[in-house]
């Protein structure tokens, strides 16, 4: 294993003491806890956006806090759900009397634990609505999942539920637009290696010299197929149409893209898939209107990238490009 | 060799249509040429601000044009120099009358060939002046290079330079704080692992599989020291060491610091070396101003990070605060 930490089980912890060295002016780790939140949370009479997960898929989602995206964002180990002691602590550090919503991917774990926090903070009186991302088309169930996985869409739901909540919106409403972008984002995954967790040492999986594998999951979990490796033009192709099979984006509509990279692909191989994906999108007759290349939900040093696509309408569109101060995701 | 391209040879033009495509309405692409400019290029009056080299290091240095930074950059080949027809190419489309000034990393082509453009387009009647950039402190000479090579400081200089030719200064202005920025900026790289180009289609050098080689070069040149892989802070102390023992950054600076991956770095790793730079300057009397992790100036899929420190004055702290709308720099 090649990696520049010190000790495997200390890597969270040392991360996000980085962040918010690099971040003093904007961030604070709650005290004795794995939440990084905004240093002037809560924000009086703002919905409060909690979102958060497993580690290693950095920036999600700690780079997502800041104004007009996330107020908090917890971290669980490398790829394990946070507990429902810290998703509580992120609750009450961000509720300024508005209520909280949180962003979960669905992956039984983060689910269970979320939704328990959410229990006791109502136990506590304070009000929390959620939504569950499952953006990725590629499989039904998976290893981690019952239905489909939450990937790199839930950034969308990120930015524009952030955008609502920070215009003042109440927590029906924040709640209503994030379930108008799950409904509408769809993703998909390939990767061409795998990665290891620190603390397990080795890779979760192996892919041979010449394979690659589409639909697979940010943690590696299994995908639709392990084939040879064909150019990019031909996988591009291959995600796209598998996101439109679904058949929410069509002829006539607006969309915003992603091109994520998972972690170690280079970002002239992200910029030749934007390529052909808006090559694809045009022929099909849908109408680009903005596109995000980078890595904005990686797995770790992962070499793949997910394509996701969000059918826009004026109210998102407006969303979408309202100020945000989050380090990753500046408008 | 596992890519995500179609043709090797095309992987360049491949690139800057996705680049284009993903900010169809801020950049656009010169015609028959690999210069990407801003769309409403020249700015008349205002000077224009070029930079450029091989590709491979996205996102330099397309990236970062746009209001506040670069009106042009110019991609040579994978890790080659630019020719200087395209360089030239890219002077004429952003004199706006006011001259234009180019910054080039120190590498010998580069070098030739950002030179031989400036003579020819004075032949036209067009200023140009330039900086180079050699702030790497590992080595003195390098297989590519006479002197130091220029690095990731070289984004700082897009930054304040772009800040300071937006803000209407002129030309020798231009130049002066560039040279500045050159004679306050310093940085030191190491890595994990090599990168394969495209074309080449095996990597350019080997490191076992216990192995670090420290104040490597953006294109694997040596460095100072291959080793066994010690600590994240080992790591980072030896290399914000090796800087500053420069003796440009001292007791009582402020400075700005690029924590800056190489390609296939996860984050989290960036983030745990930045909590030991931090810990090491504010121990040396060092004020860290702001500080910037992530993927500036990378090596293909290089694992492997550098140091940047740049020292700070009043006007270069204004500089680089001041608005930038580059989709890899935005402020």
Do not use: W
């Not at 979320?114 to 990725?136: K, Q, W």
């Not at 839930?154 to 919106?169: D, M, P």
């Not at 099979?245 to 002239?268: F, Y």
């Amino acid at each position: 294993m090649k990696k520049i930490i010190n000790d495997p089980n200390m890597v969270v912890q040392d991360m996000l003491k980085g962040m918010v060295a690099a971040n003093t002016a904007t961030i604070k780790q709650l005290p004795e806890t794995t939440v990084i939140a905004r240093c002037d949370a809560p924000t009086i009479n703002k919905v409060g956006l909690v979102s958060g997960g497993g580690s290693g898929h950095e920036p999600a989602h700690a780079g997502y806090v800041g104004k007009g995206m996330l107020d908090a964002a917890v971290a669980g180990e490398v790829f394990t759900s946070p507990t429902p002691d810290q998703v509580l602590e992120a609750i009450k550090a961000v509720d300024g009397g508005a209520g909280v919503f949180l962003v979960i991917k669905n992956y039984t774990g983060d689910v269970l634990n979320f939704e328990m926090a959410s229990e006791l903070a109502e136990a506590e009186g304070i009000r929390v609505e959620h939504v569950i991302v499952n953006d990725d088309v590629a499989v039904e169930d998976s290893s981690f999942t019952t239905g489909r996985r939450g990937i790199a869409g839930t950034i969308f739901v990120h930015k524009i539920a952030g955008a609502k909540a920070e215009q003042g919106a109440a927590l029906d409403e924040v709640k209503s637009v994030a379930e108008r972008v799950v409904a509408n984002v769809r993703s998909m995954g390939m990767a061409l290696t795998p990665c290891t967790v620190p603390a397990a040492g080795k890779p979760s999986f192996e892919l041979k010299e010449n394979e690659m594998e589409i639909g697979i999951g940010i943690h590696g979990e299994s995908g639709i197929e392990r084939k040879e490796i064909s150019t990019a033009d031909e996988i591009a192709s291959e995600l796209v149409n598998k996101i439109l099979e679904d058949g929410i984006h069509e002829n006539g509509d607006e969309v915003a893209v992603m091109i994520n990279g998972l972690g170690s692909t280079p970002e002239m191989e992200l910029y030749v898939v934007n390529s052909k994906v808006n090559e694809t999108l045009i022929e099909k007759g849908i109408h680009v209107y903005k596109t995000f290349v980078g890595e904005y939900m990686t797995a770790l040093e992962m070499a793949g990238f997910s394509v996701t696509l969000l059918k826009l309408d004026d109210e998102l569109k407006s969303l979408l490009d309202f100020g945000s101060e989050a380090p990753a995701f500046r408008v």
